[in-house]
């Protein structure tokens, strides 16, 4: 069997995945037309083109743009299938979903029409699709602590549609203490925890979320092996790390995929996982992202089950559910 066949084979959970970021430029287009917001694409050629980016930021303005996008409760349900139809074609068994509320509120759309057409589409999926989901909404950290709030409060009315609090968008310079108070009233609400950190910021900002945020898992966090301390921490914890390998790459966090710190983490016994951020701008979902992980890295297929069983148990599936994978 070939390498991609057997990583296309084996169940896997996804746990960083951005739903906006599944958004192909097939569909960014088709979503435009309908509701009358252009774009400065001409086709989907010329989108896929435009997607070379230079770090974190640069991504983030073609990222938030294209999302103007996303109107209609429909919009937000038919990009949600879209994906997950997708994901259970790969193998994908459980997935722990981001969406930003914040980037449409801005825009007009209502928090009900984003949650509710994404909640609809994961729930109808629950049915019939054969994969189980969570919902976890991010606040936009380069928005005041103010403005993520005002969402937390709302998430609390769809609790039954959201598990889950993270932290994303730009690192460089919206530490995590910036939301030490929002994260701890999540916590009260009873929502899990997570963030992004150590993807371009550095170990101490590792440290920080785990500290102030109280967070389960850290998104990226490849920056966590400047820090002895730290790495001895997250072995001993297993505290999970959700680790984006073409993202990496694509946002200029590693230089190639051969310099990407992916197996040294994992023979330093960490409870690393293989997702894939966004992937309709980083090209690939996640059974790409394990290949040219694998391919760059020499990855052995034990590694593989490891990186796979990983994911379940990084996942927020109850103990008896995660039975079934591991
Ligand atoms: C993101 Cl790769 C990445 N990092 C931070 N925030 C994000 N939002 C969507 N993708
Ligand atoms: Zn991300």
């Known amino acids: 069997k070939t390498l991609a066949g057997f990583i296309a084979g084996i169940p896997k959970a996804e746990l960083h995945l951005h739903i906006e970021g599944t958004l192909e430029p097939e569909?960014?287009?088709?979503?435009?037309?309908?509701?009358?917001?252009?774009?400065?694409?001409?086709?989907?050629?010329?989108?896929?083109?435009a997607y070379h980016?230079?770090?974190?930021?640069?991504?983030?303005d073609i990222y938030y743009r294209a999302t103007a996008?996303?109107?209609?409760?429909?919009?937000?349900?038919?990009?949600?299938?879209?994906?997950?139809?997708?994901?259970?074609?790969?193998?994908?068994?459980?997935?722990?979903?981001?969406?930003?509320?914040?980037?449409?509120?801005?825009r007009g759309v209502p928090f009900e029409t984003v949650v509710g057409g994404i909640g609809q589409a994961l729930s109808?999926?629950?049915?019939?699709?054969?994969?189980?989901?969570k919902l976890i909404m991010c606040i936009l950290r380069h928005l005041s602590e103010e403005d993520g709030n005002a969402v937390l409060e709302q998430a609390v009315r769809w609790k039954r549609w959201i598990s889950g609090i993270g932290l994303d968008s730009s690192e460089k310079g919206n530490p995590p203490g910036k939301f030490r108070e929002l994260f701890a009233k999540a916590r009260h609400y009873g929502f899990f925890t997570v963030a992004h950190a150590g993807e371009e910021g550095n170990a101490s900002s590792i440290s920080e979320a785990l500290d102030?945020?109280?967070?389960?898992?850290?998104?990226?966090?490849?920056?966590?092996?400047?820090?002895?301390?730290?790495?001895?921490?997250?072995?001993?914890?297993?505290?999970?790390?959700?680790?984006?390998?073409?993202?990496?790459?694509?946002?200029?966090?590693?230089?190639?995929?051969?310099?990407?710190?992916l197996k040294t983490m994992l023979d330093a016994g960490l409870c690393v996982t293989i997702n894939s951020d966004d992937p309709a701008y980083f090209g690939g979902y996640v059974n790409e992202n394990y290949l040219a992980a694998a391919e760059a890295l020499n990855l052995d297929r034990n590694d593989i089950i490891r990186l796979a069983r990983n994911s379940f148990e990084a996942s927020v599936l109850s103990n008896v559910q995660k039975k079934l994978y591991l």
């Open 124 to 133: 109808d999926a629950n049915g019939g699709l054969g994969i189980s989901t």
């Open 27 to 49: 569909m960014m287009l088709a979503l435009g037309e309908r509701n009358g917001v252009p774009l400065p694409y001409p086709d989907a050629d010329a989108a896929k083109s």
């Open 69 to 106: 996008v996303l109107v209609t409760e429909q919009d937000f349900y038919d990009l949600t299938i879209a994906y997950l139809q997708k994901a259970v074609s790969r193998k994908v068994c459980h997935a722990e979903i981001f969406f930003d509320p914040q980037s449409h509120i801005a």
């Open 53 to 60: 980016f230079s770090d974190l930021q640069s991504f983030l």
């Open 212 to 261: 102030a945020l109280h967070v389960i898992r850290i998104d990226h966090g490849v920056h966590c092996m400047e820090d002895p301390v730290l790495v001895e921490r997250l072995r001993l914890d297993r505290i999970p790390l959700t680790i984006c390998p073409l993202s990496n790459v694509r946002l200029n966090v590693f230089g190639s995929m051969r310099e990407h710190n």
